[in-house]
T-cell receptor, first 115, second 116 residues
Framework: EPEVTQTPSHQVTQMGQEVILRCVPI?????FYWYRQILGQKVEFLVS????????KSEIFDDQFSVERPDGSNFTLKIRSTKLEDSAMYFC?????????????FGSGTQLSVL | AQKITQTQPGMFVQEKEAVTLDCTYD???????LFWYKQPSSGEMIFLIY??????QNATEGRYSLNFQKARKSANLVISASQLGDSAMYFC?????????????FGDGTTLTVKP
């Protein structure tokens, strides 16, 4: 089965630093998402992206966060000035469509630790 | 707004027995999809099973079945013949179904431990 790939698998950063989390969605998928999970708790929606623009975002996704699809394959999440509470597992996901019947194809996640 | 409730933080089951993981939901959308995902200790999210709100039959995928009771707004996951490898966290999730389905909403998860 095709896979969503995420890099790096682990990222350690100092509070206040910028981080960029990278994802390569499945090639024929059109809808891209970022979710986060704090220490084995619930999976929280951050943002969805379609046709080179944000289609939906949560209240977590404030001005410190941004997403970009800089080329035809990569999808990135940038956190401008990291806070301790940004420490979490960040999952990228993609779907081929947006009818609601599609499962999320998740990447293996990036564990972000903010010190 | 959509809400998923998983009331069992942890469950134990004996190997080879069946186990039911509970999920109730709330939504004002007339059409929606319900999903279960498994998260082993390695951290990846694995899709297990899907049920559409207008599907006439309960979904089944191998040892997994979804006990869908629409009137009660419940979508319980049944795992038959539990195996040690089933030990993991299980998340119930939902999406509205239309041309702009958008985000998935997840429950808090249930940690299942299979005892040998």
């Amino acid at each position: 089965e095709p896979e969503v790939t995420q890099t790096p698998s682990h990222q350690v950063t100092q509070m206040g630093q910028e981080v960029i989390l990278r994802c390569v969605p499945i090639s024929n998928h059109l809808y891209f998402y970022w979710y986060r999970q704090i220490l084995g708790q619930k999976v929280e929606f951050l943002v969805s992206f379609y046709n080179n623009e944000i289609s939906e975002k949560s209240e977590i996704f404030d001005d410190q966060f941004s997403v970009e699809r800089p080329d035809g394959s990569n999808f990135t999440l940038k956190i401008r000035s990291t806070k301790l509470e940004d420490s979490a597992m960040y999952f990228c996901a993609s779907t081929p469509g947006d009818s609601g019947a599609e499962k999320l194809f998740f990447g293996s996640g990036t564990q972000l630790s903010v010190l | 707004a959509q809400k998923i409730t998983q009331t069992q933080p942890g469950m134990f089951v004996q190997e080879k027995e069946a186990v039911t993981l509970d999920c109730t939901y709330d939504t004002s959308d007339p059409s929606y999809g319900l999903f279960w995902y498994k998260q082993p200790s390695s951290g990846e999210m694995i899709f297990l099973i899907y049920q559409g709100s207008y599907d006439q039959q309960n979904a089944t995928e191998g040892r997994y079945s979804l006990n869908f009771q629409k009137a009660r707004k419940s979508a319980n996951l049944v795992i038959s013949a539990s195996q040690l490898g089933d030990s993991a966290m299980y998340f119930c999730a939902m999406r509205r179904k239309n041309t702009n389905a958008g985000k998935s909403t997840f429950g808090d998860g249930t940690t299942l431990t299979v005892k040998p």
